[in-house]
């Protein structure tokens, strides 16, 4: 189903973490209706999550916003402190990092939804 409102997630505002404000940034943009794509918020293993198409391009992980881009440009952000390394199940996901800055999150969270989309990861 596609994000018709900005349901907030369980917390009140001051309580949220930094990626979880920063979800909830990215669920607003994608359900005002200058957004042309079709994103839908989606939960995927208890955690919420924006999907393109029915793939994953963000999500939410024990408070913490995880992106999906190309693993050159995940290698960029982590050497820059952007973002860190994601692991899952103690598996380095190359294509995955935890985003730790909210600088233009927006144009971050495009980048990872067109690379997504595009079907090249």
Not at 33 to 59: M, Q, S, W
Not at 104 to 115: G, P, T
């Amino acid at each position: 189903m596609m994000i018709a409102s900005t349901s907030e997630i369980k917390k009140g505002d001051s309580a949220l973490s930094h990626g979880e404000k920063s979800f909830t940034k990215l669920v607003s943009f994608y359900a005002t209706p200058h957004t042309e794509y079709p994103v839908e918020r989606a939960t995927l293993f208890g955690f919420d999550c924006l999907r393109i198409n029915g793939k994953v391009f963000a999500k939410l992980h024990n408070g913490h916003l995880v992106m999906k881009l190309p693993a050159n440009r995940i290698t960029a952000l982590v050497e820059s402190g952007q973002a860190s390394s994601y692991e899952l199940r103690g598996r380095l996901m190359k294509e995955w990092g935890v985003i730790s800055t909210s600088k233009d999150i927006v144009s971050l969270a495009e980048e990872a939804r067109a690379f997504t989309e595009s079907g090249k990861s």
